[in-house]
């Protein structure tokens, strides 16, 4: 049985007008600020009236949602969403994009057509390129937008330190995100020189090199580059024309035995591997990207767009990792919190108890906290989430004294009423009446004993004065007595409080090297997964390289090694700065930490 849809239609997700320009629709935020799953993102893109929109619909199981429209006009103003369970991965939501169809005459202004391309290319972890007929250069031409790519991404927000420097289009393989290229309409054979070939392989020949070096082959050779370049997951599907032409402008209400069984078998087999294959939306890092998270990052890039700036991937990164450490911490300390309210029980019979389950529900906090958050300004996050665990490790504390002090004065009470009785009765104003009052006072000994003898020190010195079988000498005696016992009493209370300091202090040393190894843990996964990037960029450029030497560009071939070597520095240099890296971060934790600890004392 299918799952059940999160949103029964699809809404916009980024309006595009000609009065407001680019907007981000509140309503697609606040459905998106609700998905807390790792989102799979499939946006698709192409010109106006070339059946986008019945895919995506298939993709999301049903036979209507998007607009298709009956007519030449395009009816996908900007990029509207679907959000829903994903079929193949659990745990993660399918977020549909379907985009406004590029090059529609009727806007009159085409300047956003650019933009919507880069928008969608930003968001997305699988690119959908929907054209019609075959990969000919007339659709190349018409997938000009990936050309302005480089001029319209920036990778980092500084400037390049140097000519040698490579150029950021260099590096858009590390972020960019799968590619299909889906051919409607598709009436030739899938041959190459009387062989059959796959659609991969009918992409790939689309995308071969044309030696030369006039503007005409410079123009042909140039979006196939680009394509090479940036989209190393490369995928193509073939479609034939789903029914007969009039049937086309209702093609959302034809029964399957009304359309095309070869169709019908290519868009299942098309539906398959997007499902399957497509991977979780990631950001720098490979950090998963959650509903709200595509949600900041949307808004983070329309709101560079409209101020006439590039989109900038190293800065929306740096606020969305604004954004989620500040949400980490607090949930963190909600969790921290949650817990402790569920397993403490007070009063605690002793301090190191509270502090074992303290212990427990910290590292259950920072295991939360670790697994939320981005590398960026992690240690000044991380210290503010120590200071206020421990604040609230306090008023459990504080709380636990006092309960403490509550459940032993009371059962003070109880247990002195038979004294109080006996005091009002006259039993101590006899012969032997102090050693008869000492023995019932030291049954009472407990928590609170010292503020309870205290209070009965007059009476016992009463109580002493009075008893005749005691000599005056014996009374001295007595009296220096108790003196010593109640010095000896109040040393105890302070031995006792000494030593509750003591854990205190060794707790929070405890948690500083957890806090520490946790924070090392990270980094250094974080790291191994930068090379591990790193590695998957070299080894594409490496491909590139012989691909091209292979069909005779030699001097293509060159450039790319040569990236390729910058980029093995790059590796070498980044893979030997770590360690000092990790270092310098974990001590900038313990400096702040400390802080944090000497204000609290």
């Known amino acids: 049985m299918a799952s059940k849809i999160l949103m029964p239609v699809p809404v916009c997700l980024i309006e595009n007008s000609q009065r407001k320009g680019l907007v981000v629709q509140q309503?697609?935020?606040?459905?998106?600020?609700?998905?807390?799953?790792?989102?799979?993102?499939?946006?698709?893109?192409?010109?106006?009236?070339?059946?986008?929109?019945?895919?995506?619909?298939?993709?999301?199981?049903?036979?209507?949602?998007?607009?298709?429209?009956?007519?030449?006009?395009?009816?996908?103003?900007?990029?509207?969403?679907?959000?829903?369970?994903?079929?193949?991965?659990?745990?993660?939501?399918?977020?549909?994009?379907?985009?406004?169809?590029?090059?529609?005459?009727?806007?009159?202004?085409?300047?956003?057509?650019?933009?919507?391309?880069?928008?969608?290319?930003?968001?997305?972890?699988?690119?959908?390129?929907?054209?019609?007929?075959t990969i000919d250069q007339q659709a190349m031409d018409q997938l000009h937008y990936v050309v302005k790519l480089s001029e319209h991404i920036k990778l980092k927000a500084a400037p390049e330190k140097s000519e040698d420097e490579l150029k950021d289009s260099e590096k858009f393989v590390l972020f960019f995100p799968t590619f299909v290229w889906a051919v409607r309409d598709f009436t030739l054979r899938l041959e190459l020189n009387g062989k059959e070939i796959s659609e991969d392989e009918y992409l790939e020949n689309a995308l071969k090199l044309k030696a030369g070096s006039?503007?005409?082959?410079?123009?042909?050779?140039?979006?196939?580059?680009?394509?090479?370049?940036?989209?190393?997951?490369?995928?193509?599907?073939?479609?034939?024309?789903?029914?007969?032409?009039?049937?086309?402008?209702?093609?959302?209400?034809?029964?399957?035995?009304?359309?095309?069984?070869?169709?019908?078998?290519?868009?299942?087999?098309?539906?398959?591997?997007?499902?399957?294959?497509?991977?979780?939306?990631?950001?720098?890092?490979?950090?998963?990207?959650?509903?709200?998270?595509?949600?900041?990052?949307?808004?983070?890039?329309v709101k560079t767009i409209e101020s006439g700036a590039v989109p900038c991937l190293e800065s929306a990164v740096v606020a969305l990792a604004e954004t989620e450490n500040t949400a980490a911490v607090k949930a963190a300390v909600t969790l921290y919190e949650d817990l402790m309210k569920r397993q403490v029980k007070l009063p605690m019979e002793t301090l190191q108890e509270l502090l074992e389950l303290h212990t427990k529900c910290e590292q259950e906090a920072l295991k939360l906290f670790m697994a939320r958050t981005f590398e960026d300004n992690i240690c000044y996050f991380q210290a503010d989430l120590i200071r206020q665990v421990q604040q609230v490790k306090e008023k459990f504390c504080m709380d636990n004294e006092q309960a403490s002090r509550v459940k032993c004065e009371a059962a003070l009470k109880d247990l002195s009423?038979?004294?109080?009785?006996?005091?009002?009765d006259g039993a101590y104003s006899v012969p032997g009446g102090y050693k008869l009052f000492k023995g019932d006072e030291q049954a009472l000994a407990d928590a609170v004993l010292q503020e309870f003898l205290q209070r009965k020190q007059a009476v016992a010195k009463v109580i002493l004065n009075a008893d005749v079988s005691l000599t005056e000498k014996d009374k001295e005696l007595k009296s220096e007595q108790d003196r010593n016992e109640r010095a000896e009493q109040e040393r105890e209370v302070q031995r006792k409080k000494e030593a509750e300091e003591k854990q205190k202090v060794q707790d929070q040393l405890r948690s500083c090297e957890d806090h520490r190894l946790q924070l090392r843990k990270k980094l250094e996964e974080s790291c191994a997964k930068q090379l591990e990037e790193h590695q998957k960029m070299m080894s594409h450029k490496s491909k590139e390289e012989s691909a091209l030497l292979n069909d005779g560009f030699s001097d293509k071939a060159n450039y790319m090694q040569l990236v390729n070597r910058r980029l093995e520095q790059e590796y070498c240099t980044t893979k030997n700065s770590y360690m000092s890296w990790i270092n310098i971060m974990i001590s900038i934790l313990m400096g702040l930490v400390s802080v944090v600890f000497s204000f609290l004392k």
Not at 74 to 102: F, N, R, Y
Not at 244 to 256: F, I, M, V
């Open 417 to 424: 009423q038979d004294m109080e009785r006996r005091i009002s």
């Open 214 to 301: 006039s503007p005409e082959i410079e123009h042909y050779n140039q979006p196939r580059e680009c394509i090479r370049q940036f989209f190393p997951g490369r995928k193509c599907f073939v479609f034939d024309q789903p029914a007969r032409k009039r049937d086309l402008d209702h093609l959302e209400e034809l029964q399957d035995d009304e359309i095309e069984p070869e169709f019908l078998q290519q868009v299942e087999k098309f539906c398959s591997h997007i499902w399957e294959k497509s991977p979780p939306k990631t950001v720098r890092g490979s950090h998963l990207v959650t509903g709200k998270m595509l949600g900041k990052l949307a808004e983070t890039y």
């Open 27 to 133: 309503e697609a935020l606040q459905v998106l600020s609700k998905v807390t799953q790792p989102v799979v993102v499939v946006a698709i893109a192409g010109l106006y009236r070339t059946g986008k929109s019945y895919l995506m619909n298939r993709l999301a199981r049903q036979r209507k949602g998007f607009s298709l429209g009956s007519s030449v006009q395009s009816h996908t103003k900007g990029i509207w969403m679907w959000c829903v369970p994903h079929p193949c991965k659990p745990g993660h939501t399918l977020v549909l994009l379907d985009t406004e169809g590029l090059g529609d005459v009727e806007k009159g202004d085409n300047k956003n057509d650019t933009w919507i391309f880069v928008l969608t290319v930003l968001l997305s972890s699988t690119l959908i390129y929907n054209s019609k007929g």
